[in-house]
């Protein structure tokens, strides 16, 4: 290991230690001390941030977007260590961080080049109708402006996309909104080496230090502060229905309530429509096995639940995936906790009424192997608990009667990230009957393939219904993701010299 992290924490451009300590506990390699954080850390930055927002959202779509690509250069200048430091502490393999860096910086560049666009304002203009009967109307216009300082919480198993510099931070800077960020536990090298990144960009273009803050966690008081400080206007979470419930509560609770963005779990569901299984199961089956094992099943997008009708095809489906499964050699998962519910989790599906076991492994520490169950619509439905995600690479096969237990089986799912439809053209009466329902449950809708990759792009919803997410009406990435961070302002009457910048123009 060649890249030795300060430990300090980032409070508005200065390194800052603290006296309590934490240390990492790598998959590989050395174990470092950080320093803890503390509510009177996050009360530092939190202040910080609020002193710096006025300045940047008053600062230029361009001189944001500049901000944006700078942080990705400085994050690409240090791409090497950032890939060792990643790797050592979450076991992922050194070609996946590589990969999450390119989705990280392309992020960044992608919003630097939508706000230049400015479409994303959705400006608007009413104009004064003075002699409107019986009453006049005045001038109004309207633009979306920087909702104030954001609180960003990371995952633990996307240490990039979905972290320090990942899709909450960059949408949040590109709105025009300083961001004070919680560091994971799972790797606070990784989002320290990225924040010094973000701090590096923020000196070299001479902007305000504040706009930017990193405290590492220690306690969950760290992150509770944090929700409640009274300066933050928003948080972005990605991570567990548990964690992401309990801090929603908190923002909820705040004598000023705040929107909570929260990114939490999902199983899911994958429907294998009669004419699909018929023509091609077991070539599904293989597929399935292969995007539930991908990252050791550590996606918040992993098929975690495949719905067949029971039959012959059924069968040809579940037993080409128990054979893909059977080959994936045990992978090492983000952390020992991690790897203990997993176990947990599978124990308790396997234990459930009706389901059999199909797949069963024997690891111990932080490796895991495939798990792979099945069971009967009805045992399912008769048993909430089987529909929580057990985060791993664990599927659960439901074996349906016919396609009307398959359409009381769709609309028994909560709310979910993803569902997806494996069907053929003879299929179609099924799948429209199944639209409508799968529609209402998730955020994207998908046919034949597999939900475990999330495109960067302007038309993405990565959300849900509750409990997939808390984001009513939005997602956290691709370019809509900003809107999470803007709020609406009508200007009556306001003298053109007056306004922002951005509605001079028109
Ligand atoms: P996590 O355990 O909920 O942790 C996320 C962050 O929240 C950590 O910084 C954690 O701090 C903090 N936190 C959790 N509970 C808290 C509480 N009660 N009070 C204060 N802070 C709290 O999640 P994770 O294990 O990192 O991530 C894995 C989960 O994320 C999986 O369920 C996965 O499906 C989900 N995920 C969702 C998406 C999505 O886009 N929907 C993407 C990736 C992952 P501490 O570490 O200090 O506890």
Known sequence: MTFTPH?????????????????????????FEFSAGSPELVA????????????FAATTREERAVLLETIADE????????????SAETGLPEARLQGERGRTT????????????????????????PDRQPLPR??????????????????SNFPLAFSTA???????LAAGCPVVVKGHGAHPGTGEIVGDAIVAALAKLGMDGGIFSLVQGGTRAVGEALVTDPRIKAVGFTGSLGGGRALFDLCAKRPEPIPFFGELGSVNPMFVLPEAATARGADLGTGWAASLTIGAGQFCTNPGIAIVMDGPEADAFVNAASEGLKAVAAQTMLTDGMADAYRSGARRVSEAAGVKSLLTSTCEGRSAAPYLFDVPAEDWMANEELSEEVFGPLGLVIRVKDAEQMQVVAANFKGQLTATLQMDEGDFDLARALLPVLEQMAGRVLANGFPTGVEVADTMVHGGPYPASTNFGATSVGTLSIRRFLRPVCYQNLPVALLPADLQAD
């Open 106 to 129: 392309g992020q960044l560049r992608l919003f630097a080049t939508h706000i230049r666009d400015g479409a994303y304002l959705d400006r608007r203009h009413d104009t004064a109708l």
């Open 166 to 172: 990942g899709g909450d931070t960059a949408a949040a």
């Open 75 to 86: 994050i690409d200048a240090r791409g090497d260590e950032i890939t060792e430091i990643g």
């Open 7 to 31: 430990g300090d924490h980032l409070i508005a451009g200065e390194r800052v230690s603290a006296e309590g300590k934490l240390s990492s506990a790598p998959a590989s390699g050395n174990a």
């Open 138 to 155: 005045p001038d109004l216009r309207m633009m979306q402006r920087p909702i104030g300082p954001v609180a960003v919480f990371g995952a």
């Open 44 to 55: 530092e930055a939190c202040a910080a941030a609020h002193a710096a927002f006025s300045g």
